[in-house]
């Protein structure tokens, strides 16, 4: 139990004992964010660095990029750093990674790749949800890049096409964070970061995400009614850890994969393959955008 200090009528302060799971997530004392000083602190010790300057959470069809972003400092099984959990889903491999990237002649920077996604349909909660930008933030990171594969509600936008998150619809009727913890979520997706990539490619589209719970896909009539609240995306990720992101200070930056025209748009049903194979078809295209894109965002 943790104490806290109430204020009373009388401007004394009394203690009460809050059970743990009720402490606000704005709290240095609430259990998620113990846990991820606890993880933080493990990670930088096993690489053997002072801290991070971005993190990375991949995706589905993105796990190429950590290839791409540099020097591997240290890769670790996920389940060994508190907080984490071995991954469920086929094509999430469950690691840790950092890497070493930058100019050779500037300073080098860190980057933690996180390939060991919690998703809220896995029914852990909304703070193991939020445990790895959480831990990216406490290991310093200022900056939180987001990826996930997606269905598309535009028709212009194949499987394969990437597109930037200029917004977000969350719809899983929660939050991840708790308490009287109001963040401000203008601006929510940075708009710098945001140039940076269309400086790398000035095609790329952008669109509003819609998290959905999961882990079923949406029926044709969710995602037109999705299409009416003004989503383009629908997917079962980002938009909890974003809120996580911004809560933590960091800047974030957020791109989906259209994996699958979502249910209704195209005539085909959607299968899990489907998704696997857009993924393994774009792989080496996006990983170099990424790769890209986070060069230039952590140097600049
Ligand atoms: I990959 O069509 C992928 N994830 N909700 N809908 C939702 N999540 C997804 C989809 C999709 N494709």
């Not at 971005?54 to 290839?67: E, R």
């Not at 071995?86 to 920077?109: E, K, N, Q, Y």
């Not at 930056?253 to 994996?259: C, E, M, R």
Request: glycine share 10%; with cysteine.
């Amino acid at each position: 139990m943790t104490e806290h200090s109430a204020p009373t009528g009388g401007g004394m302060s009394q203690h009460i004992t809050a059970a743990p799971e009720t402490i606000p997530t704005n709290d240095p004392e609430a259990p998620a964010n113990r846990l991820a000083a606890e993880a933080a602190s493990a990670l930088l010790e096993r690489a053997g660095v002072d801290s991070i300057d971005l993190a990375c959470t991949l995706g589905s069809g993105w796990s190429q990029a950590a290839d791409r972003l540099g020097e591997t400092v240290c890769e670790i099984d996920a389940a060994e750093i508190p907080g984490f959990h071995a991954s469920a889903v086929s094509g999430h491999s469950g690691t840790l990674r950092i890497v070493r990237t930058g100019d050779d002649d500037g300073p080098a920077h860190h980057v933690l790749v996180v390939a060991a996604r919690t998703h809220y349909y896995e029914g852990r909660g909304v703070d193991a949800v939020a445990h790895g930008v959480r831990t990216a933030a406490a290991a310093g990171a200022k900056t939180m890049v987001l990826t996930n594969g997606c269905g598309g509600l535009r028709e212009e936008w194949a499987p394969g096409t990437a597109v930037l998150i200029s917004d977000h619809l969350n719809l899983t009727a929660t939050s991840s964070l708790r308490g009287a913890h109001f963040v401000d979520m203008t601006d929510l997706y940075s708009a710098r970061i945001r140039g940076i990539a269309h400086e790398v490619d000035p095609s790329l589209p952008e669109g509003v995400y819609a998290q959905f719970p999961g882990p079923h896909y949406e029926t044709p009539a969710e995602v037109r009614m999705a299409g009416t609240l003004g989503a383009d995306l629908v997917g079962m990720s980002t938009a909890l850890e974003a809120i996580a992101a911004r809560a933590a200070g960091m800047e974030v930056f957020g791109i989906s994969l259209v994996t699958n025209q979502a249910a209704g748009i195209s005539p085909q049903p959607l299968s899990h393959q489907e998704v696997i194979d857009a993924g393994r078809e774009a792989a080496p295209r996006i990983s170099t955008l990424l790769a890209e894109i986070i060069t230039r965002t952590v140097t600049s």
